[in-house]
T-cell receptor, first 116, second 111 residues
Framework: GAVVSQHPSRVICKSGTSVKIECRSL??????MFWYRQFPKQSLMLMAT?????????EQGVEKDKFLINHASLTLSTLTVTSAHPEDSSFYIC????????????FGDGTRLSIL | KQEVTQIPAALSVPEGENLVLNCSFT??????LQWFRQDPGKGLTSLLL?????REQTSGRLNASLDKSSGRSTLYIAASQPGDSATYLC??????????FGPGTRLSVLP
């Protein structure tokens, strides 16, 4: 079945560091990828929609200069948390949908980000 | 704006029981509805996808129903097993793109 690879799975770094998270669709092309964030004991919240070859669409309240998204190819989207602070510590998950028809979303395993 | 709720928030049952998880959504104009499973610290696993024209989907011991007019979906798990312990999320898709997630139901199946 369709596989989405997300890397790294866990990051621990100091405050002020920028962290890049990759999301790859391994065996299908995804025009659109999504980035979600999950705080402890809360559900997933959509952060942004990543469109190949164009600017990402951010949800209200999500700082686009803080969370940089690049979707340079049909199989790769990256999320960069710039100058991360402890309040950015969270679980970040990406998903991708294969192009064509009604397709289920396929999720990466997530990245647990801890900012000290 | 679509809102999705799930009840109960948590459920603990002995092994072997049949159980039902409930999901409600406010905007019935959905494109599809999907049920996911999430294990602690892990990503989501898609369980069942119900398109707006369908009323139910089945996969093994899982059966999901959809009633758009009432804004409800249920996930039925038959003969529950300890390995079913996880958080179950439903998500409504209004436009064939992103989803609006419910808060989830934490299920514990006791051996």
């Amino acid at each position: 079945g369709a596989v989405v690879s997300q890397h790294p799975s866990r990051v621990i770094c100091k405050s002020g560091t920028s962290v890049k998270i990759e999301c790859r669709s391994l065996d299908f092309q995804a025009t659109t990828m999504f980035w979600y964030r999950q705080f402890p004991k809360q559900s997933l919240m959509l952060m942004a929609t990543s469109n190949e070859g164009s600017k990402a669409t951010y949800e209200q309240g999500v700082e686009k200069d803080k969370f940089l998204i690049n979707h340079a190819s049909l199989t790769l989207s990256t999320l960069t948390v710039t100058s991360a602070h402890p309040e950015d510590s969270s679980f970040y998950i990406c998903s991708a949908t294969a192009t064509g028809g009604v397709q289920p979303q396929h999720f990466g395993d997530g990245t647990r980000l801890s900012i000290l | 704006k679509q809102e999705v709720t799930q009840i109960p928030a948590a459920l603990s049952v002995p092994e072997g029981e049949n159980l039902v998880l409930n999901c409600s959504f406010t905007d019935s104009a959905i494109y599809n509805l999907q049920w996911f499973r999430q294990d602690p610290g892990k990503g989501l696993t898609s369980l069942l996808l119900i398109q707006s024209s369908q009323r139910e989907q089945t996969s093994g011991r899982l059966n999901a129903s959809l009633d758009k007019s009432s804004g409800r979906s249920t996930l039925y798990i038959a003969a529950s097993q300890p390995g079913d312990s996880a958080t179950y999320l439903c998500a409504a898709d209004n436009y064939g793109q992103n989803f609006v997630f419910g808060p989830g139901t934490r299920l514990s199946v006791l051996p």
